[in-house]
């Protein structure tokens, strides 16, 4: 059901309740985030990026948790809340995800045509 690609998921509460459709974006591949505790998403084979703010972590493990990752240089970056860790080694089980420069762009996501919905992992909030 929750497979990358699937359009109009139906959602259901804990009680088996429908109370929603996923209809506005496709499921995203969420394989590039760190599989035990989404802390960060691969974004090169050998680098993640995540928030300057989760600096208790020093591993990432992907796909089945088999092999761990550690990080060996947070790449901190000076004024934002945001790092770039480099890992010990190439990740082989997954894919980086696709980093777009958009990102960069003032009030870029602001545009309800382009970005009329958000998907993410982990626990977050985001004012656009």
């Excluded at 493990?61 to 088999?66: A, Q």
């Excluded at 060996?72 to 980086?96: C, G, I, M, Q, Y």
């Excluded at 980093?99 to 993410?120: C, H, I, N």
């Amino acid at each position: 059901m929750f497979r990358p690609g699937a359009t109009n998921i139906a959602i259901y509460n804990k009680q088996g309740e429908f109370v929603g459709t996923l209809d506005k974006a496709a499921m995203p591949d969420f394989s590039a985030v760190d599989s035990e505790i989404g802390v960060a998403t691969l974004i090169n084979p050998q680098y993640i990026a995540s928030v300057k703010h989760n600096g208790g972590y020093t591993n990432v493990s992907f796909g089945d948790g088999e092999n761990r990752y550690n990080i060996v240089d947070r790449n901190n970056a000076p004024s934002l809340d945001f790092h770039a860790p480099r890992l010990d080694k190439l990740v082989t089980e997954v894919a980086p995800t696709a980093v777009t420069a958009q990102g960069a762009v003032a009030g870029a996501y602001l545009d309800k045509e382009r970005y009329p919905v958000f998907l993410s992992s982990g626990v977050w909030y985001s004012v656009y």
